[in-house]
C-alpha cells in the first residue's frame, strides 16, 4: 500500500525546502526573470542543503539516499519557489543521478565526486529536438559505430546551459536502440545556440547542433553495457509533473489570497461564486494530479516499470498547472496581466511543460 504519510526525515526535508523557496527563492523571482540569469550565490546556498549530492552514491561523496519520492516533495516545493530557480537548483541531478543509475565505474568516478563536492557544479541533458512532434523515445539525433569511436548527428534544444567544465548528456539512436553519450562541450563539430523563451528566462537554454561529433566508445553512457534510457526518460517526467504541480501550487495560493483581500462591492471577490468555484477547482485538481505523481515515485522507488504511469502523471500534470495559472490571471483580472503580480510569471511558466522533457531527475 501506498503511504501517504511523509516519514519524519522527508517532513523536515521538506519543512526546509519550503522555508529557503519562501525566504530566499520566491523573493528573487521577477528579478531573476527581468534580468535572465540565476544569481551564483543562491544556487551555492542550495547545493550546501544537499537536494541533489544526497541522492548520489557514498561511494563517490554522496549521500546515499536516493528516493524518487523525497525527489519530487523537493522539486515541488522549489518550483513552488520559482520554475526557474527550482530547474537551476536541481540541473546536477541530469547527470548524477543518470550516472548513478548505468553509467561505468569509469565514468562515475570521472564525474560524480564534482557534483557531490563542495561547490555548486551544473550539469546537463539534451533530450528535445526542434522539430514538430518532437519524440522523447524516437529521436532523429543519431549515433553511428565507427571503430573505437562515435559519430553523432543532430539538434537538440532546451538545453539548461549553466557554465560548467561537466560533458552534457545527449541522447540519440544507436541502432533504433535510446543510448546516452557524454559529449564534451568543446568538443569539435558542436556549435551553441542561445535561446530565448517565453517562460523560464531566468535559466539559460541553448540549441545544439551537432555536426559530426566525433566521442571515443567509451563516451556512451554506460560503456559497452549501454544505459536504460527509457527509465531516465520517466524519471524525468515524473520530476517535471512535480515542478508543474509546484507552478499550479504557487499559482492557486496567490490568487485565493488576492480574491480574499480584493474588494467589490463592500465584500471580497472570494465570497462571489464564480470565484469561489473556480479556487476550488483548481484545488481539487492540483490535489488529484499530485496523488498520480506520488503514484508514480512510489513505483520508482519499488523498482517498478513507471512508463504509463510516468505518462499519466505528466499529461495530467502539465494541464493542470496551464489550467490553474490561466485560472489564477482570471481571478487577478487586469492585474493578472501585468507585472507587478506574479500570476503573468506562473502562466508563462506554466505554458512550457507541454514541451518540457528532462529538465531535472528524481
Known sequence: MIDFDPSEEQALIVETVRQFAENEIRPLARACDESRSLPDKLLEQAHELGLVANGLPEAFGGGGERSAVTGCLIAEELA????????????????????????????????????????????????????????????????QRDGDEYLLEGQKCQVPWLESDQPVLVIALEDDVLQG???????????????????????????????????????????????DIRSLINRGRVGLSAMAIGVARAAFEVSRDYAKERETFGAPIATRQSIAFKLADMAIEIDAARLLIWEAAWLLDQGRDITREAVLAHGQARKVALQVADGAVQVFGGHGYIRDHLPELHLRNAAGFDSFEALTLV
Open 80 to 143: 513552488w519557489g520559482d520554475l526557474s530557480i527550482a530547474l537551476g537548483i536541481l540541473c546536477p541531478s541530469l547527470l548524477g543521478f543518470a550516472l548513478s543509475d548505468s553509467g561505468s565505474e569509469e565514468q562515475k568516478q570521472a564525474i560524480l565526486p564534482a557534483l557531490a563536492g563542495s561547490r555548486f557544479a551544473p550539469s546537463s541533458l539534451a533530450l528535445v529536438e526542434p522539430r514538430f512532434a518532437s519524440d522523447a523515445f524516437r529521436p532523429w539525433t543519431v549515433a
Open 181 to 227: 553519450f557524454l559529449v564534451p562541450r568543446d568538443v569539435a563539430g558542436l556549435s551553441v545556440t542561445s535561446e530565448t523563451n517565453m517562460g523560464i528566462r531566468a535559466l539559460p537554454t541553448v540549441e545544439l547542433d551537432l555536426a559530426s561529433v566525433r566521442l571515443p566508445a567509451s563516451s556512451r553512457l554506460g560503456g559497452e553495457a549501454g544505459a
